[in-house]
């Protein structure tokens, strides 16, 4: 078991450009959370998928933003138009049901300048 | 909706001292309650997690009890050393989706 894994870890972009990152779960989790942290604050729900269903979104992720989960398995979460606010580490986190544990990845520190 | 209160930091100790770090909560239904830790460099971790009320949590010499008569779950370590130096995050769970609400963190730093 290798945890989770995300890629890339650092990314620097412009603003207006479309940027994508991955998410590799723990291989017999079925759920998959993203998380957006800022400085200085806690991490905050953004989606979920069980499976390859993307079950809940969050008011916090805007038109701009797409995730899917295709095979039930890695997921990608995509920010369109990137704007300087966007700016902040992305997590994810998976586990294998209700009450399980969440297990979270590195994440995915996102600059836009 | 779900909220979760963290005491304001940071946090500066000296080895050896005792560690209190307060958390509150408020939600709907019947959460669990975690506390997970960021090392210098690191993902975020459960360090402990609670899901009943008068439940107790422990690892690692840290334990948070559970209550629910105060809405509250605070961390407690008897004797602090330099490698706790972490940020530290209360979070609750609820529902079926199990997302989680996190508190704003708080940076401990022991100093030897």
């Known amino acids: 078991d290798t945890g989770v894994s995300q890629d890339p870890r650092h990314k620097i972009t412009k603003r207006g450009q479309n940027v994508t990152f991955r998410c590799d779960p723990i291989?017999?989790?079925?759920?998959l959370y993203w998380y957006r942290q800022t400085l200085g604050q806690g991490p905050e729900f953004l989606t979920y998928f069980q499976n390859e269903a993307q079950l809940e979104k969050s008011r916090l992720l805007s038109d701009r933003f797409s995730a899917e989960r295709p095979k039930g398995s890695f997921s990608t979460l995509e920010i369109q138009r990137t704007e300087q606010g966007d700016s902040a580490m992305y997590l994810c986190?998976?586990?294998?049901?209700?009450?399980?544990?969440?297990?979270f990845g590195p994440g995915t520190r996102l600059l836009v300048l | 909706g779900n909220s979760v209160t963290q005491m304001e930091g940071p946090v500066t100790l000296s080895e050896e001292a005792f560690l209190t770090i307060n958390c509150t909560y408020t939600a709907t239904g019947y959460p669990s309650l975690f506390w997970y830790v960021q090392y210098p460099g690191e993902g975020l971790q459960l360090l402990l997690k609670a899901t009943k009320a008068d439940d107790k949590g422990s690892n690692k010499g840290f334990e948070a009890t559970y209550r629910k008569e105060t809405t509250s779950f605070h961390l407690e370590k008897g004797s602090v050393q330099v490698s706790d130096s972490a940020v530290y995050f209360c979070a609750l769970g609820t529902g079926a989706n199990s997302k989680l609400t996190f508190g704003k963190g708080i940076t401990l730093s022991v100093r030897p």
């Open positions: 986190a998976s586990n294998s049901g209700s009450g399980e544990t969440q297990y």
């Open positions: 291989s017999e989790h079925n759920r």
